[in-house]
């Protein structure tokens, strides 16, 4: 039950895109169409900002994109805002009713 | 609107019980699987419990054995009893709504300290 890997760190300046990628197995990730991404600044809850790899909840801007190709799943956010400065997080079923999270990627937006 | 609050964290000594709640309110709670993840201090989020809707239940391997899930669907309540308590289970806890595997909705968490 190893947790998915993400990149330490993303970056990109107000305006311009940034892919950050969330590496499993077939037992996770590439088993399941059911990962999510969460966006977490520190000191708030996590906001669920993608479910079932390409779903936004209601009210999620459509800048948050999600895709999975094999055993790695992507978040995109296209035209950075400062305020999408935060930790993310994906997260896939892995069989059993069990859950894993990846690691973990902090954006900066310069 | 829908909210869970969290309760019941503290301070423990090693080896050490402690009962976590969470109440739910503004949705259908028995037609929801519900979750418990926690971020211990400079960490990242862990998934560590599961329930379903009939109370099937799940653990990571980190918690098994030592930790018990459990809902109380007239109460509109969701519960982690932890026992044998180790330095490594210091965190705070967070309940979640699981949502086809997505958590939609969280609590503002409640804080553990395992510590002599």
């Known amino acids: 039950q190893s947790a998915l890997t993400q990149p330490p760190s993303a970056s990109g300046s107000p305006g311009q895109s940034v892919a950050i990628s969330c590496t499993g197995t077939s037992s996770d990730v590439g088993g399941y169409n059911y990962v999510s991404w969460y966006q977490h600044h520190p000191g708030t809850v996590p906001k669920l900002m993608i479910s079932?790899?390409?779903k936004r909840p209601s009210g999620v801007p459509d800048r948050f994109s999600g895709s999975k190709s094999g055993n790695t799943a992507s978040l995109t956010v296209s035209g950075l805002q400062a305020e999408d400065e935060a930790d993310y997080y994906c997260?896939?079923?892995?069989?059993?009713?069990?859950?894993?999270f990846g690691t973990g990627t902090k954006v900066t937006v310069l | 609107q829908m909210q869970l609050v969290e309760s019941g964290g503290g301070l423990v000594e090693p080896g050490g019980s402690l009962r976590l709640s969470c109440a739910a309110s503004?949705?259908?709670?028995?037609?929801?699987?519900m979750s418990w993840i926690r971020q211990a201090p400079g960490k990242g989020l862990e998934w560590i419990s599961d329930?379903?809707?009939?109370?099937?239940?799940s653990y990571a391997d980190s918690v098994k054995g030592r930790f018990t899930i459990s809902r109380d669907n007239a109460k509109n309540s969701l519960y982690l009893q932890m026992n044998s308590l180790r330095a490594d289970d210091t965190a705070l806890y967070y309940c979640a709504r699981n949502n086809n595997y997505g958590m939609d909705v969280w609590g503002q968490g409640t804080t553990v300290t395992v510590s002599s």
């Open positions: 503004g949705f259908p709670f028995s037609g929801y699987y």
């Open positions: 079932e790899v390409n």
């Open positions: 997260s896939s079923y892995a069989g059993s009713n069990r859950i894993v």
């Open positions: 329930i379903s809707t009939s109370s099937y239940t």
